[in-house]
């Protein structure tokens, strides 16, 4: 799977977009973008995955630039509760259930209220 | 549905001591993973199954480790015998090719003395 790199911190105002960026250079053709979080002392939690194109969904959007070497999570009214350290994870197999999951260090993100 | 449990949610236990870690994903699921995070090495995969079958156990980083699962709703990771350094949170995931994403457990809090 393609390396990624994230920012180690971020701050962000509560209620403004929250943009995490991640550069995944090497990624391949057939490998999706996921993005996971954990909140302190959980478990990893799934937010959302692409391919090619923009996705969204009720928690976040997915920025794939257009050559695929990058990406952007946006969470779009940022709350307390959305702190938390990002994961954003380059995999081959498509489907939870497809192989394990490599994290990387992620991004600490802290909503300042 | 009660999502992945995982079982004792804390374990402190003495060098040398048997150690075992259990876990029942969610029904329906069959892949089902296990993962380790320290501070010092992050959130790393240990071993993961699918449909009972151990697929991939290049993570389990010594002969100390096993992991079974022995049906669909029940897993368990043993360390014998156990060291410090195995001091970690340690978490059960359950998935399946259908689905886009991994379910994490609460953990598992082990401190090896």
């Known amino acids: 799977d393609a390396k990624t790199t994230q920012p180690p911190s971020m701050d962000c105002a509560e209620g403004r977009a929250a943009n995490l960026p991640c550069n995944h250079s090497t990624i391949s053709g057939n490998e999706y973008v996921y993005w996971y979080r954990q909140i302190h002392s959980q478990g990893p939690q799934y937010i959302i995955h692409?391919?090619?194109n923009n996705e969204t969904n009720e928690m976040a959007s997915l920025i794939i630039t257009e050559d695929r070497k990058s990406s952007t999570l946006i969470l779009p009214h940022a709350t307390l509760r959305d702190t938390a350290v990002y994961y954003c994870i380059v995999r081959r197999g498509r489907g939870g259930g497809a192989d394990g999951l490599t994290f990387g260090k992620g991004t600490h993100l802290i909503i300042q209220p | 549905d009660a999502g992945v449990i995982q079982s004792p949610r804390h374990e402190v236990t003495e060098m040398g001591q048997e150690v075992t870690l259990r876990c029942k994903p969610i029904s329906g699921h069959n892949s089902l993973f296990w993962y380790r995070q320290t501070m010092m090495r992050g959130l790393e995969l240990l071993i993961y199954?699918?449909?009972?079958?151990?697929?991939?156990d290049s993570g389990m980083p010594e002969d100390r480790f096993s992991a079974k699962m022995p049906n669909a709703s029940f897993s368990t990771l043993k360390i014998q015998p156990s060291e410090p350094r195995d001091s970690a949170v340690y978490f059960c995931?359950?998935?399946?090719?259908?689905?886009?994403?991994?379910?994490f457990g609460p953990g598992t809090r082990l401190t090896v003395l």
């Open positions: 692409g391919l090619k």
């Open positions: 199954f699918n449909n009972n079958v151990p697929i991939d």
């Open positions: 995931a359950s998935s399946s090719r259908d689905l886009n994403e991994q379910f």
